[in-house]
């Protein structure tokens, strides 16, 4: 891997290795895929105007969220069924996670038990839990006290699901025949063990649409851990997301899996913040960041905290704890190398960077 000098040199290496059914699951979107191509594609069309002159003497990357200080603002957002990728699966992410001091957020759908987690990290470590809601709120809450035993920080409950996005190739080629993958996460929820062909399709039948703001305010009543609502497109949800409050608020479209045709993430960042004015609430962001420079964009337009998902699972396939540490580092050092050229010698002052889009140019 010493030879990779980018993200998506990694992501032609791991893609390439995936059997059909992986590649399914993992590459695609919902439909047509025009949100997936997008939030990508959306990060190319805003430019950054550097600064020279600053006296710039050191980057200093690090950063806090609830209080806690990182190495950088680049963190490893939740993705199903890491065992796919590679043996390790998540708990290969954590030990990596752990190393560079970022945030390790997992899937419901893991692969991996809240213990294997635990085992493989040190206290210092930092979790997340993403959470679906359940028609069963008994399950929920099961879900719930158990995070908050093996003390994770935070639950990210996730609100654009109300139904699987139509993600066409993982239908024809669903994930069977696959010995080595265990649903840990699903099946602590079970009263007897599912079929693991049929658990991810069993899972989703038990997710409630009818989901309101009223069941945010009842976790925030059931438990002291953080709690983020993973979804958010509009300026009246990230509004009603204080008014229930919820600790951060993680603008999302499901890396393009569930509507398709809704906006690339960087471009809901703007007025998101704009809406939410003076609000200290904190603001994260994930879909379409391949490069350390793809951060540097999202911290200046308003976003607290980067989370990547794609990425982990190429990392993690080259490699497993090791590839995944190697992703962090490429875009670490992209960082970096970005916040040098712009002029800017800490997060702080990517705030006050000068990044707009291309057609806002001739206006400047």
Known sequence: MNNLMCVTEMEARAVALWDAQTRAYYVEGSDDQITLSENRKAYD?????????VGLRNIDTSCRIFGKEYSMPIHCAPSAIQRLAHPEGEVGTAK??????????????????????????????THWMQLYIL????????????????????LVITIDAPVLGN?????????????????????????????????????????????????????RSVTTMKIIVKGINSKADALMAVEAGCDAIWISNHGGRQLDTSPATIYLLPPIKRALGNSNIPIIIDGGVVSGMNAFKALALGADAVFVGRPVLWGLTL??????SKMLD??????????????????????????????SLSKL
């Not at 560079?100 to 493989?120: P, R």
């Not at 490699?319 to 995944?324: A, D, E, L, R, Y």
Request: with cysteine; glycine share 4%; net charge positive.
């Open 319 to 324: 490699g497993g704890s090791s590839g995944v």
């Open 167 to 219: 993600r066409r190739s993982s239908k024809r080629l669903e994930i069977k025949n696959k010995p080595h993958i265990k649903y840990a996460m699903l099946n602590s929820l079970e009263d007897s063990k599912i079929n693991d062909e049929d658990l991810v399709y069993h899972f989703f039948r038990q997710t409630d649409m009818s989901i309101s703001w009223k069941d945010i305010k009842w976790l």
């Open 330 to 359: 490429i875009m670490h050092e992209e960082l970096k190398r970005t916040m040098t050229l712009s002029g800017c010698s800490s997060i702080e002052s990517i705030r006050k960077a000068e990044v707009v889009h291309k057609d």
């Open 96 to 125: 990596a996670c752990q190393d560079k001091n970022v945030i390790m957020c997992l899937s419901t759908l893991s692969s991996s038990s809240f213990q294997e987690i635990v085992d493989g990290s040190s206290s210092s470590a």
């Open 45 to 53: 069309r805003f430019y950054i105007i550097p600064r020279y002159l």
């Open 135 to 154: 028609r069963d709120r008994k399950k929920t809450l099961k879900q719930v006290k158990m995070a908050q035993t093996y003390n994770f920080e935070a």
